[in-house]
């Protein structure tokens, strides 16, 4: 596997675009498209939340049912939620403004939305939009970059990744984008997250791997716990790459699944570093759990705690909430057994051990914890699964951002 | 029932006292005692975090194994958690001098600590303070009040409620206090909670009502999502009212269960008020829900919500975050069918209805959210279960606090 530039034109025949539509935003991009010159096989996973967004119902029904799709249009400032039947006509109408642009059938088009709840979208804007990226799309690496810029909402940075790999001599290519910063816990965040392949693969391996590969991703990441009523990750593969179709779960699959999962992992650690307000990326790694499910609520109850974050963010070296949280996570453990680690890239101290503090120097674990990238590493030395969770700090930005969003 | 002024030293035979040990914090009151003439029955519930606190460990053995207790000595600015063996020791010891000092055995004392988690407890400096306790008490409503006030933390106010009722021809007074503002979300907060009365009851009927009421009391508040590794909350009961004894769930356990949830809703509902940083108590009642468990999962999901709790605090009539996070608690709905009001004292307003959010006007939402009481009600018309959960709106101040709360 070979780490490219790039990110949903990475791969053959997909084009895209980035356009200023004036939907809720002055004066920046709010409108993105995904086009691929053939008809792809998708496979999804959508926001757990009862409360569905429009567009989330929309593209279940395209994902499920429609022959193959061919395009994305994606839309930030409005998310195009709790609008009832309206909010539904309006995927309609811009899947059909699509489709008349692109000369593709209208339930080959996704839609996706990310922004305030509750606020109707101007169709008439969005449908000149659609009109506009469909002139303008093309296959250059800048055009995947004007779509990752036109999704973002909170987010301080666009978030693409992009991979190559052998199928069969075929030199095969996957490239993703995604958008999110708050309301970001996701089970299966707003996040949306975009991924295109020239990959072949059969419509039902390519959803086992998508479903499969978040539950360790997307999943494991969390900004503030809220998971919204738009997540959304589709992945579209047009065949273009010409590798023999992966039909089975043979060494092809492999590949591909260690392809997505990097591109799922980077994603997914963009997302978490570039939550709302945030200075460090917070990584957990939890070692020698009893059970892989353990790992994974370990992992995750640290990183979502608001203690620790808010910790992180004033550097401070009060390793007695981590121990808190990993105590109500609701896995059982022995604390005398356990042992904890507050790592960066170039240092790792041991802060917990036989139930005790050790005596750790303040100030070296304060200056730790001022790094971009902070790890804390628990080893419960029960068994031997592991996992990984991303978040990040909590800080007055957060507050900040969230206390008046709408305006 | 009538509500009367004062807290642990309002029942008949209670003492109380508050005193500076200088154990963390200077030129405060940091030490606390109660103590009763006659043994008293107890009853407690204590955290459910795997990692418990030397104190948690200490008062599980005294309420499951002492025939009775008569003191509590607290402090707060070392949470005395994550101590080992030096900690418990020091629970051991700390009761000891309370026994010398009241002459009391050492088994019916218990112990709380309140503070950072990792540091060990100066015993000197805690023996010493015992003695002041123990010279200082009194069973004034002063006494309680100073007693009040030594255990608070972050606190910005100190917690007591009281009320007296009739069992048997007899007044009966029930009295407690409580602290807590961050590291609160109960499972059974640091929340340290004592409630003191004169009542006559069997153990296993105080401890049932007790182990009852805190699922629809203090664990229905919450100020960050860390469940505490010292939450506590023990009752003491002497006897002295003379009452004839409640030993079956006659008229009289239900006035005696009626006064014990008054007493812990009004003290949840102060911490839930007084959170770290907190501007307003924000609370959160569903009714006509499914099931009882559906109802809590509900209104504690809509309170733990970072981001409404941001909107709340910037004013902002946000109110798709609500719906939002009722539709990833984990219970099922139609959103269609539910309705949403939020109130404050004054003025209830509907702000979404048929999947729809009303056209509420965004100035008089925003003049209810700057309330010092906001309540967001929830009809659910699926059934005729209702619950209240507390929580408080989260604030830049919450952030300052907790970035750097060791110094």
Redesign the interface.
Known sequence: MNIIDGGVTAAKGFEAAGVEAGIKYLNRKDMALIYSKKPCRTAGVFT?????AAPVLWDKEVVSHSPYAQAVVINAGI?N????RQGYECCNKTAQAAADCLQIPKDAVLVASTG????QLPIDKLTEGVKKLSETKSDTLEAGQLAAEAIMTTDTISKQAAVTFEVGGKTVTMGGMCKGS??I?P?MCTMLCFITSDVSISKELMQEALSENVVDTFNMISV??????NDTLVILANGMAENPEITTKNEDYYKFADALNYINTTLAKKMAGDGEGATALFETKVINAGTKEDARRLSKSVI????TK??I??H?A????I???????G???D??KIELYLENKDKSILV?K????TDYDDDEVSNLLASEEVRALVDMKMGDASACAWGCD???D??????????
């Open positions: 757990s939340n009862v409360v569905k998310a939620a709790c609008t009832g305030v709840i509750g606020m708050g309301m816990h089970n503030d716990g809220d998971t919204s009523t979502c705690s608001s203690l808010a910790a963010f004033g401070d009060n390793c007695g909430r121990i808190c949280a990993l105590g109500y996570s896995v059982d453990f604390p005398e917990y036989d139930g005790l503090m909590l800080t007055y957060y507050v900040k951002i969230n206390a008046d969003y709408r305006s």
